[in-house]
């Protein structure tokens, strides 16, 4: 006894696609032909169904009150039964009364295959906003690879009935077209790209024009696109228009380049006229604070000297006190022609505590000369730039020659030397440059 109580005989059938390139296909009974709506979609109960991974079977049942299906995802292999078909209970019970075969439409839809389709877009005019009177001609030509992803909403797009790959391709192609050309013909204004500079940006230009597609064919025809591939962006260039935008181009360029040119060199003069400014006034520093040092060296020598005067002034005043108590009486008899011995006795102490005081003295004021009475120092003179500045003394040069303004070929003069000698052969200097501009030695070992 049958599954709904009747059974119409025949043979059962494989429901299967072996096509090896496909989008959508329709699987017909064998001996059915196109719009044969009495044997088409006649199914015979009990026939097997085999939907390979990455296709999906769909089974769509016609009824008066609407349109249902069934969704058979790859891998399935078995026989057709209300287990594997919730909606064919019901149909097959109530439309058809249990018997056999019933109707149904089966298409099987690829989604593991990237369909790839080559477009090409013919010439059109393409403007430089910054020279809006010259109109070039530019080709693209390309490939867009896609394939099915969201099969429910592919079906609400599109009739599965009588689908045409070719024609569906066609409307990719016509589709990708338009938004190429779209897209190109406002790219120099819209990203900044110079219609002489297509050809070297087709990378930039190709992610561009893949970001704006993708959606719109998602949306549009239900694909789900995984490359757009510009292969080449071609300009006319025997077009008047190219030619005269070239030349445009080439003066921009070529003004661009000299005026770019006097800016550096006005640049560079400038940076040289600073730093010739900046050294003259460094060494006029240097200069004065040399100067200075040496005056303060001097009013220190004559400031012992004048110590020295003073301190001598006062010994002599001394003395003279000294010789004027002896005229007064001090060293003089007493009233009756003796000797007045008190007196004596105080003279000969003053006498003797004023040498003492002076002999300190003039030991303090000898070892205050020899202290502050200056060495002879050495100084040079150096010349900078064709002026001579200095002269500066050892201390000064070695300052100078840390700061990188002094250096072994810099041009030096000394009294007792016959003519400028450079810095580096003067026996005096060559400790200056010693280790200059060499790295420090490795740190001690951490103990």
Not at 229 to 253: C, F, H, P, R
Not at 350 to 367: F, K, P, R
Not at 400 to 415: D, E, P, T
Not at 417 to 434: C, Y
Request: proline letters at 5%.
């Amino acid at each position: 006894m049958a599954l709904f109580g009747k059974k119409e005989g025949g043979l059962m059938d494989v429901i299967r696609c072996d096509e090896e390139t496909y989008l959508i296909w329709k699987w017909r009974p064998n001996g059915a032909e196109a719009n044969d709506t009495k044997k088409e979609n006649a199914i015979r109960w009990g026939s097997s169904l085999r939907v390979k991974d990455g296709e999906v079977a769909v089974f769509v049942y016609k009824q008066k009150d609407g349109t249902v299906q069934d969704f058979i995802e790859g891998p399935f292999d078995d026989t057709i039964k209300t287990a594997n078909f919730p909606i064919l209970s019901s149909i097959v019970g109530l439309a058809f009364g249990g018997g056999s075969p019933f109707q149904a439409e089966v298409y099987f839809i690829n989604l593991a295959d990237i369909i790839q389709i080559k477009f090409g877009v013919p010439y059109f005019d393409v403007f430089d906003p910054r020279f809006l009177d010259f109109a070039v001609p530019v080709a693209v030509r390309g490939t867009i690879s896609f394939k099915l992803g969201d099969y429910k909403a592919f079906i609400k797009l599109h009739r599965l009935i009588n689908f045409d790959l070719n024609a569906f391709q066609l409307q990719i192609r016509d589709a990708v077209i338009k938004y190429v050309k779209g897209v190109v013909t406002n790219i120099p204004s819209d990203n900044g790209i110079p219609v002489m500079q297509l050809e070297r940006k087709l990378l930039q230009i190709n992610e561009v024009i893949e970001g704006y597609i993708k959606p719109r064919l998602s949306s549009d025809f239900g694909v789900l696109v995984s490359a757009v591939d510009l292969s080449a962006i071609e300009a006319d260039k025997e077009s008047e228009g190219y030619q005269s935008l070239m030349k445009v181009t080439k003066n921009v360029v070529s003004d661009t380049t000299v005026a770019q040119a006097s800016v550096n060199i006005q640049n560079m003069q400038d940076t040289q006229t600073i730093n010739a400014e900046n050294m003259a006034e460094s060494l006029r520093i240097q200069r004065e604070e040399a100067q200075r040092a040496q005056r303060l060296q001097t009013e220190g020598a004559n400031l012992a000297a004048h110590q020295l005067d003073q301190q001598t002034k006062v010994g002599l005043a001394g003395a003279q006190a000294l010789g004027q108590m002896g005229a007064n009486g001090v060293m003089n008899m007493n009233a009756g022609g003796g000797m007045n011995p008190a007196g004596m006795m105080t003279g000969m102490a003053m006498g003797g505590a004023l040498g003492g005081q002076m002999a300190g003295m003039m030991g303090n004021m000898m070892q205050g000369i020899n202290q502050q009475m200056p060495a002879q120092t050495v100084s040079f003179s150096v010349s900078v730039n064709g002026q001579t500045y200095g002269p500066y003394d050892m201390n000064a040069l070695a300052q100078m020659a840390q700061a990188g303004q002094l250096n072994a070929q810099s041009m030096v003069w000394r009294q007792g030397m016959s003519g400028w000698q450079a810095a580096g052969t003067v026996p005096e200097l060559g400790a200056l440059f010693a280790g200059v501009g060499a790295p420090p030695p490795p740190p001690p070992p951490v103990p």
